[in-house]
């Protein structure tokens, strides 16, 4: 199966990577030409346009910071859409709105073309090595079709359902991730406030019933003071305000939700939007005036597991 991958930021890069290092046909297409030329060293192909790509491949991957830059890719004149033909897949990777993803999936679905999105989970360090989640939605012999090559960049694979139902999982988890990463910077504040030893604090709370994912990776950059999550402030903000504007579309009463995208919001003004989004925490630190610096935490996460190949779940 020919795979064209569209956009090569931070987890998009990643996962075609896999794709790359396992030995699959790949045709990539990025506005950055360093990055296309990046991956040319490494043995990839690239198109001139998203429709040029399409027109060559079985497989479209997308994977791009917005659903509005999404819909300028797949539906401008040298897009995707014009490029698919029956029996293509359409793969939604970027993280985006359920109701979006449908409506172009109506009209990848006009070409003859499968629509399914497949948002992952898991941090950038997890995308390096093909240990990421992934979730897929949409028809499910077009899933077990596309299996072997979800399998190369993830490790834990579920198939959530009709599509969209993966992007609407998909904001649930990093809603929940967001919350995590703020309640941690009031735990933090409360930590050294109490001249607790930072670094003991760290391991209390991972073998504790306050243990989260967030907690055993981003404290450990905002432990070092580099705040490296390789993520970053506008994106995700972007996602609180999907799962919040979903909310609000359900007539769905929320919360903590509104104060979660009012606390990122003031994060963004005052620390900018290609901050490292960890950097919400250091709201706190200001606040306090107090910093979470200890000895012995990495500048930048790494995947230490053994990378393994991917499968249902």
Known sequence: MKIGFIGLGNIGGKLAGSLLKNKFDITVRDLDKKLNEKFVD????????????????????????????CAEVMEAENGVINGLSENKIWLEMSTTDESEVKRLGEKVTSKKAVPLDGPVSGGCHRAATGNIAVFVGGDRHAFEKILPILSVMGRKILYTGDLGSASILKIITNYLASVHLIALGEAWTIAKKSKLDLTKTY???????????????????ILNGSYNINFTMDLVLKDTCLFDDLANKLNAPLEISPKIVEIFKDAQKKFGSRAWSSMVVKRMEDLNNINFRSNGFPEELVDSEPEERGYEI
Not at 42 to 69: F, H, M, Q, Y
């Open 42 to 69: 490494l043995g990839a192909k690239v198109a001139n346009s998203p429709r040029e790509l399409a027109e060559k491949v079985d497989l479209v991957i997308t994977c791009l910071p917005s659903p509005k830059i």
């Open 203 to 221: 391991k209390g709370i991972a073998v504790s019933s306050g243990n989260s994912f967030v907690h055993e990776t981003e404290s450990q950059v």
